[in-house]
């Protein structure tokens, strides 16, 4: 595809439920990242793959997020017995390099995910 | 801990002036800088970098400018139009990481 794509686009869960969000990256994209936005705040970085080997993945919340890219292309990020706080909109970006350089991140639209 | 911050929360300009939107930073080991604009239920789209070795880089209308010795930079754009109209953010990378630390973000209004 053109861009980096997710689904759902928006998610309600009941508060206790687990979700799954997944994330499709520009073909060839090497560098793929989770963000998680609340309202009225920039992005905060929650994980980073390279190819499928997550190398970092200092930003997840808590033990009830997971993140996976099992093949080097597709990834989902989980997030079990969701909680209030968790509602915000997560946003996964990749980049074509594997190098710790300048390379530009391009951003999906985001899946908006309300826990009620 | 706001390593990068936007203290403007909203801007308005005429069209056809200079729209400036300033970011700070606190971190000295950011060494890569750039500007996203978001558009509403959109992701974030790239506008223009810099790196700490510039002072200065030019895309058409939008020039970024940075100042180390202040940690800070800014976005100028000339001259400004209706479209330009979203939530501009300011975002840092680490010199040994891949992780872009974000600003909380500046509502730019162009009105016409």
């Known amino acids: 595809g053109a861009g980096v794509s997710q689904s759902p686009r928006y998610k309600v869960a009941k508060r206790g439920q687990d979700v799954a969000l997944r994330c499709d990256p520009i073909?060839?994209?090497?560098?793929l990242f989770w963000y998680q936005q609340a309202l009225g705040q920039g992005p905060e970085f929650l994980t980073y793959?390279?190819?499928?080997?997550?190398?970092?993945k200092s930003g997840l919340p808590s033990d009830r997020f997971f993140a996976e890219r099992p093949e080097g292309s597709v990834s989902t990020l989980k997030i079990q017995r969701t909680q209030q706080e968790d509602s915000a909109v997560y946003l996964c970006a990749s980049s074509s390099s594997r190098l710790a350089g300048t390379d530009t991140q391009y951003f999906g639209p985001g899946t908006r995910l309300t826990v009620l | 801990d706001q390593q990068v911050k936007q203290n403007s929360p909203s801007l308005s300009v005429q069209e056809g002036r200079i729209s400036i939107l300033n970011c700070d930073y606190t971190?000295?080991?950011?060494?890569?800088f750039l500007w996203y604009k978001k558009y509403p239920a959109e992701g974030p789209t790239f506008l223009i970098s810099?790196?700490?070795?510039?002072d200065k880089n030019e895309d058409g209308r939008f020039t970024v400018f940075l100042n180390k010795s202040a940690k800070h930079l800014s976005l100028h754009i000339v001259p400004s139009q209706p479209g330009d109209s979203a939530v501009y953010f300011c975002a840092a990378k680490l010199r040994y990481g891949n992780k872009l630390v974000f600003g909380a973000g500046t509502i730019l209004r162009v009105k016409s």
């Open positions: 810099i790196s700490s070795i510039k």
């Open positions: 971190n000295s080991m950011f060494d890569y």
């Open positions: 073909s060839g994209h090497v560098s």
């Open positions: 793959f390279q190819n499928e080997a997550q190398l970092d």
